[in-house]
């Protein structure tokens, strides 16, 4: 179980990027080819949509690590 033992301060850059790389690559492929999204995705993007536009009022010092 030592993978449980998970320090502080790696679980809050966790939290200020909660969202991997890969996801921009996987959604910006999709949305450029046209890909039909499924209703999870939907949620997703929605949700991710809401995230960037929340990071941008709140943080704007903290937007160019988002880009």
């Given at each position: ?14 939290t ?29 993007v929605?949700?991710f949509?809401?995230?960037?536009l ?12 988002l880009?």
């Amino acid at each position: 179980m030592s993978h449980m033992s998970v320090p502080v301060h790696s679980s809050l850059s966790h939290t200020l990027h909660p969202i991997p790389l890969q996801w921009y690559i996987v959604l910006g492929t999709q949305v450029l080819y046209n890909v039909p999204f499924t209703q999870r995705e939907n949620h997703f993007v929605a949700s991710f949509l809401h995230f960037l536009l929340t990071s941008a009022i709140m943080l704007p010092e903290r937007l160019p690590l988002l880009i």
